[in-house]
């Protein structure tokens, strides 16, 4: 299938490692240009260097957790550069896991600024130039959490809820200028995230490891965990003409593991 993405532009964020920099891969294998985002210089020239056509991509070096400095660090690149951006990856660090009994006010609006705020500051950015395209492809990495509530998950599931609905008011309000708004929701997902995840479940259920990644591969009905290509094909295809169809909706991307429709 020929995607037809050579010489886009997309943001992806998050891209340093794990899912974020899967996607960035795949985008760059498609010929998009990219601007990576994370807070790490190091390892956002390392993550470039490693790229296909690395010279045409830059990055952005910011905190999530400080959505007034991504809006003046992000405002001055586009001042700079002036890109007109087709695809934006919101993508960050999840929050910190844990029940909801007992989370802080903290978590909560730390959780709010990364995952709700910047998402909505970086879309409007790149809104402007997607209406001028007529081509805009906004893409969320959010959690199966939208639909049923991960336990251990508290902010994080309230936090995703509150994406999932900010993502399908925007994907009704931009339809009409052909920008699609989408989320996809990984399952259990082999990044740097899930070992730690894992390794906490380890501790408090004091299971040795290799018996929490047992049961957990086995509530899988493809009885695997995700591998990060699994996640970014899907958000190459929904970044692509091919998907100019598909808007405002959850895309679960979890070997089946998820009890809803
Ligand atoms: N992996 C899974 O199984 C799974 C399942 C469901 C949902 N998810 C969600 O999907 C998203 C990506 O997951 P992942 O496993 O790929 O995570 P990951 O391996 O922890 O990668 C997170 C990325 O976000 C960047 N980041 C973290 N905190 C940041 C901040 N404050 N400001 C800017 N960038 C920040 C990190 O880069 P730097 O550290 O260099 O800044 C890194 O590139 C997360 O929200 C996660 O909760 C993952």
């Known amino acids: 299938m020929n995607l037809d993405l050579k010489n886009k532009t997309a943001i992806v964020c998050g891209a340093t490692q794990g899912i974020g920099l899967g996607v960035a891969q795949e985008l760059a294998k498609e010929g998009v240009i990219l601007i ?109 959490s939208v639909k049923v509530p991960i336990a251990g998950l508290g902010v994080s599931n309230t936090i995703r809820g509150a994406v999932a609905n900010w993502s399908k008011t925007m994907a009704n309000e931009l339809g009409e200028f052909q920008i699609t708004v989408n989320n996809i929701l990984p399952g259990y997902t082999n990044t740097n995230r899930l070992k730690s995840l894992f390794e906490k479940m380890s501790n408090s259920q004091k299971k040795p490891l290799a018996e929490i990644e047992k049961n957990i591969i086995n509530s899988v009905p493809l009885k695997r965990l995700g591998a990060i290509n699994d996640v970014a094909n899907i958000v190459t295809f929904l970044a692509s003409k091919k998907a100019s169809y598909i808007s405002g909706v959850n895309v679960p991307v979890d070997g089946g593991r998820t009890g809803s429709l």
């Open 36 to 144: 990576l985002v994370a807070r790490n210089k190091k390892k956002l020239t390392h993550c470039i260097n490693s790229l296909e056509n690395s010279s045409k991509h830059s990055f952005i070096c910011v905190d999530f957790s400080k959505p007034k400095e991504l809006e003046v660090v992000v405002g001055s690149y586009f001042k700079k550069h002036k890109p007109t951006v087709h695809i934006l990856i919101n993508n960050t660090g999840g929050p910190k896991s844990g029940p909801i009994e007992g989370a802080t006010t903290d978590e909560f609006v730390n959780a709010f600024n990364m995952h709700v705020l910047c998402s909505h500051i970086l879309s409007s950015f790149v809104i402007p130039g997607m209406k001028k395209e007529r081509y805009g492809r906004i893409i969320n990495i959010i959690s199966t």
